[in-house]
């Protein structure tokens, strides 16, 4: 069974400090991995799709990281600010003839304190 | 442009009750779905569709239907709430990508709960 599994669960840090965020998956056959931002109450915005040939991207304070031998990823976020208070889930995209099929983290949720 | 539009954004239902929880893109996206977000767990596909007419299961089914009459629209119908499908419910968007990654667009979510 497909499986993406985040750490940690919740994280508080202050304003101004980075933070790395962890997702383990074990999903066949890969095709590529997003990070979403999910504000409370909205939806999930797309940060950054990774392939299997990426190995980082970055998307402003954002950065990804992908080691697609380990089947991990991460999230780094520089210089944290108040609106980056969000929960992030890690989503794996598995290819089934033509279209994809996305397996969720459950997220792990940031506050950024002041 | 606006992206994917769900309505309403919350409605409470009573057990049995009926409801059609609507979405629409603008973006002539080709591939939709509908998720539901429950407390401590990911989101978990309901039904998707690769085109007009084109309907399947996700992982859960059970007391939804959906139909796609247009590439435009594809509405998510409670046929008769129970308790358990007191969830928020994410309808997303994109294209269709043979060999390449496609972005998802998610609309803002219709906040559902059956009493």
């Known amino acids: 069974k497909n499986q993406v599994e985040q750490s940690p669960q919740s994280l508080i840090i202050l304003e101004g400090k980075n933070c790395t965020l962890q997702?383990?998956?074990?999903?066949?056959?890969?095709?590529?991995l997003r990070w979403y931002k999910q504000d409370t109450g909205r939806g999930p915005v797309s940060l950054t799709i990774m392939t299997f040939s990426e190995n980082t991207k970055s998307n402003g304070r954002y950065t990804a990281t992908l080691d697609a031998d380990t089947k991990q990823s991460s999230l780094h976020i520089t210089a944290s600010q108040l609106s980056d208070s969000a929960s992030y889930i890690c989503?794996?995209?598995?290819?089934?003839?033509?279209?994809?099929?996305?397996?969720f983290g459950k997220g792990t949720m940031l506050l950024v304190s002041p | 442009n606006a992206g994917v539009t769900q309505t309403p954004k919350f409605q409470v239902l009573k057990t049995g009750q009926s409801m059609t929880l609507q979405c629409a893109q603008d973006?002539?996206?080709?591939?939709m779905s509908w998720y539901r977000q429950d407390p401590g767990m990911g989101l978990r596909l309901i039904h998707y569709?690769?085109?007009?007419?084109?309907?399947d299961q996700g992982e859960v089914p059970n007391g939804y239907n959906v139909s796609r009459s247009t590439t435009e629209d594809f509405p998510l119908r409670l046929l008769s709430a129970a308790p358990s499908q007191t969830s928020v419910y994410f309808c997303?968007?994109?294209?269709?990508?043979?060999?390449?990654?496609?972005?998802?667009?998610f609309g803002q979510g219709t906040r559902l709960t059956v009493v």
């Open positions: 973006m002539n996206h080709e591939y």
């Open positions: 997303a968007s994109s294209y269709l990508g043979q060999g390449m990654y496609t972005e998802a667009f």
């Open positions: 569709s690769v085109g007009a007419g084109i309907t």
């Open positions: 997702c383990n998956y074990t999903v066949s056959p890969f095709s590529n």
């Open positions: 989503v794996v995209s598995a290819r089934n003839s033509g279209y994809s099929t996305l397996t």
